[in-house]
């Protein structure tokens, strides 16, 4: 079968491929504490790799990447953004 000669396993989430862990973009989430969205956009800014799982087609990344991202990195917001306070009036 095809299929067993490329993918060895699947365990607790974790996806083998050609003898390199995978998690997909769920589990990565789950397991850095950050909603999927701030996975994918780290995704979409080249900032932590992946690649489509043949068998699936799911986006998966690899767990020395997902454990050795650094969050920060991505997202949040810019030093300075918002709301501007309007001075303090002073009141005699």
């Not at 050795?68 to 990195?73: A, E, K, L, N, R």
Request: charged letters at 30%; aromatic letters at 2%.
């Amino acid at each position: 079968m095809m299929r067993d000669l490329h993918r060895s396993a699947i365990l607790g989430g974790m996806i083998v491929i050609d003898g390199e862990n995978y998690l997909p973009i769920n589990k990565v989430a789950a397991r850095r504490g950050v909603p999927e969205s701030t996975v994918r956009s780290a995704i979409h800014r080249g900032v932590l790799a992946s690649v489509k799982d043949p068998d699936v087609g799911c986006r998966v990344i690899k767990v020395t990447d997902a454990d050795t991202w650094i969050i920060g990195t991505v997202g949040g917001k810019r030093p300075g953004a918002g709301r501007k306070k309007s001075p303090a009036t002073e009141e005699e």
